[in-house]
């Protein structure tokens, strides 16, 4: 069964009104594609990001652990989260606030089997990082309850 729409009309489409931050870096790491999730999570428009650095949305304290494992998957072609093994980290909005993102890549090659690129696929889960630390933060208090010598 074909597709009742143009299968490029399709990909792109999904690509851009995906409710998930689809993001495209070159191989220098600057943002080559931003779609409308991306706005969403980050807060930046489209024409604010394209040929910025990826550090727009990297932590200061988290950079060169970022781009250290940006060259090495340039450089070697793999990656653990290509597979499907998701990464969590945070990442920085337009004003300045922390968000919690998991993603996971996708290496973009040519005809040389040389990486070019990679996109990203990335979702914001602050409110459930949040709600996790609360439930801990509760947790450890009852245990402190639970054994202090009053009990």
């Given at each position: 069964m074909s597709l009742?729409?143009?299968?490029?009309?399709?990909?792109l489409t999904l690509v851009r009104e995906a409710p998930d931050a689809i993001i495209f870096a070159d191989a220098e790491g600057v943002i080559r594609f931003w779609n409308r999730g991306a706005e969403r999570i980050f807060g930046f428009a489209e024409a604010e990001v394209l040929g910025q650095s990826l550090d727009m949305i990297i932590p200061d304290n988290?950079?060169?652990r970022h781009w250290a494992g940006f060259s090495a998957t340039m450089r070697s072609g793999s990656t653990r989260y290509g597979s499907g093994e998701i990464l969590a980290v945070p990442a920085l909005r337009k004003d300045?606030?922390?968000v919690s993102i998991e993603f996971t890549i996708l290496p973009f090659r040519d005809s040389h089997a040389r990486i070019?690129?990679?996109?990203?696929?990335?979702?914001?889960v602050t409110a459930r990082f949040e709600e996790i630390r609360t439930l801990r933060r509760q947790l450890a208090q009852r245990s402190r309850d639970e054994n202090s010598p009053s009990n």
């Open positions: 009742p729409i143009d299968i490029d009309q399709f990909c988290l950079r060169v300045g606030r922390r070019i690129g990679i996109a990203a696929m990335l979702r914001d």
